[in-house]
């Protein structure tokens, strides 16, 4: 789930709030499309290509995770046409009414996207409305080989004190939890409050063994070797491999979070026929191919996986694991109002210890 943070690849917010009010619902005839992505989530190379091959201006906004993106979207101050969340935050758009159906005889490309991420997209897309698979990757455990002595394959290694201020942790009540809940044997979803206690009782033994609560920055902690572990997406470890060779990867034994990004369409889109235009631009094999190489987080479009020629990482368990392979996997489920109180309200108490 991503991801690196924001960099603006083109216009600043403010334009886009200016060019906003310009759209036509009847169709994107003013010739643009409002995009609002991760940070450096795709190649801008892309955005020129799309530009010149379609006459389409595109807006470019980004954010930095998805619970900063929803209440500017909920808001509807900005008038996006096209946003990239996670698995989670789209079933909660779809059950507050923020999307509109995507009508695929405008997205002839969808037949690149594997079915077996169509079918992953179900879980919280159930009947494949209003999101297309963009990116996908597990989180694991990231470590510096010439800085921890022992075999990894569990998240309690996080927990051992040899390795105090040495050990990274996700800045994010969902991810952080989630380290906690598998390390405890409970689902990553639970609303169970005993369980959830068990987890936020563990996060704060573990707090003081903690070097920092970071995003984007794991990545370049552990690239410089300032960290021994961290937890760390799949995407962000196989570029902190490229430069770094100490560094490896593991999917822990007790189970982690299998996420999927995906594209979808607000429902006050403005363009909402370029919207569509642009999806399918990105569901072509070669533009997704350059997206992959670009960012390093997997694609979910079988046609792109066809066409990389790095067999090394054609084939990284990394990049596209037999998940098969593992046990207690799960994608992120939107838990409610109340859900998403009960893990920030527990989030805070773990902070402010």
Same mark, same amino acid.
């Given at each position: 789930?991503?991801?690196?943070?924001?960099?603006?690849?083109?216009?600043?917010?403010?334009?886009?709030?200016?060019?906003?009010?310009?759209?036509?619902?009847?169709?994107?005839?003013?010739?643009?499309?409002?995009?609002?992505?991760?940070?450096?989530?795709?190649?801008?190379?892309?955005?020129?290509?799309?530009?010149?091959?379609?006459?389409?201006?595109?807006?470019?906004?980004?954010?930095?995770?998805?619970?900063?993106?929803y209440p500017k979207v909920e808001a509807g101050a900005t008038a996006y046409d096209v946003i990239c969340p996670s698995d989670y935050m789209i079933q909660k758009m779809i059950e507050n009414d923020l999307l509109a159906?995507?009508?695929?005889?405008? *997205?002839? @490309?969808?037949?690149? #996207? $594997?079915?077996? !991420?169509?079918?992953?997209?179900?879980?919280?897309?159930? /009947? =494949?409305?209003?999101?297309?698979?963009?990116?996908?990757?597990?989180?694991?455990?990231?470590?510096?080989?010439?800085?921890?002595?022992?075999?990894?394959?569990?998240?309690?290694?996080?927990?051992?004190?040899?390795?105090?201020?040495?050990?990274?942790?996700?800045?994010?009540?969902?991810?952080?939890?989630?380290?906690?809940?598998?390390?405890?044997?409970?689902?990553?979803?639970?609303?169970?409050?005993?369980?959830?206690?068990?987890?936020?009782?563990?996060?704060?033994?573990?707090?003081?063994?903690?070097?920092?609560?970071?995003?984007?920055?794991?990545?370049?902690?552990? *690239?410089? @070797?300032?960290?021994? #572990? $961290?937890?760390? !997406?799949?995407?962000?470890?196989?570029?902190?491999?490229? /430069? =770094?060779?100490?560094?490896?990867?593991?999917?822990?034994?007790?189970?982690?979070?299998?996420?999927?990004?995906?594209?979808?369409?607000?429902?006050?889109?403005?363009?909402?026929?370029?919207?569509?235009?642009?999806?399918?631009?990105?569901?072509?094999?070669?533009?997704?191919?350059?997206?992959?190489?670009?960012?390093?987080?997997?694609?979910?479009?079988?046609?792109?996986?066809?066409?990389?020629?790095?067999?090394?990482?054609?084939?990284?368990?990394?990049?596209?694991?037999?998940?098969?392979?593992?046990?207690?996997?799960?994608?992120?489920?939107?838990?409610?109002?109340?859900?998403?109180?009960?893990?920030?309200?527990?989030?805070?108490?773990?902070?402010?210890?």
């Amino acid at each position: 789930m991503k991801k690196r943070i924001c960099f603006m690849l083109a216009l600043t917010a403010a334009l886009c709030l200016i060019l906003s009010g310009c759209g036509n619902s009847g169709g994107g005839s003013n010739g643009e499309v409002i995009v609002y992505n991760w940070g450096e989530y795709l190649d801008p190379e892309v955005l020129t290509m799309f530009e010149e091959e379609t006459g389409i201006k595109v807006v470019y906004d980004e954010f930095e995770t998805n619970e900063v993106m929803y209440p500017k979207v909920e808001a509807g101050a900005t008038a996006y046409d096209v946003i990239c969340p996670s698995d989670y935050m789209i079933q909660k758009m779809i059950e507050n009414d923020l999307l509109a159906e995507i009508n695929f005889d405008n *997205i002839p @490309n969808i037949k690149n #996207i $594997g079915e077996q !991420y169509m079918e992953q997209s179900r879980e919280f897309d159930p /009947e =494949n409305k209003y999101s297309v698979p963009y990116c996908f990757g597990t989180v694991g455990i990231l470590y510096n080989e010439t800085m921890v002595d022992e075999p990894i394959d569990s998240w309690a290694i996080l927990w051992d004190e040899k390795y105090a201020d040495d050990i990274l942790m996700q800045d994010s009540v969902r991810d952080a939890f989630m380290v906690a809940l598998k390390l405890n044997g409970y689902s990553m979803n639970t609303l169970n409050e005993a369980e959830l206690e068990v987890a936020k009782n563990a996060l704060i033994q573990q707090k003081p063994l903690v070097q920092a609560y970071v995003i984007d920055q794991v990545r370049d902690k552990m *690239i410089g @070797n300032e960290a021994a #572990i $961290g937890v760390i !997406y799949s995407g962000e470890a196989i570029y902190t491999q490229r /430069e =770094n060779e100490n560094l490896k990867y593991v999917i822990p034994k007790e189970g982690t979070n299998v996420w999927i990004d995906s594209w979808v369409i607000p429902k006050n889109a403005p363009n909402k026929e370029n919207a569509e235009k642009f999806i399918n631009f990105m569901c072509r094999e070669d533009i997704a191919l350059m997206n992959f190489e670009y960012i390093t987080y997997s694609t979910p479009n079988t046609a792109a996986q066809a066409l990389i020629e790095d067999e090394e990482i054609k084939n990284s368990p990394i990049a596209f694991p037999d998940l098969s392979q593992y046990e207690n996997l799960e994608t992120f489920q939107y838990l409610g109002s109340e859900g998403d109180e009960l893990y920030n309200n527990l989030w805070k108490e773990v902070k402010s210890e």
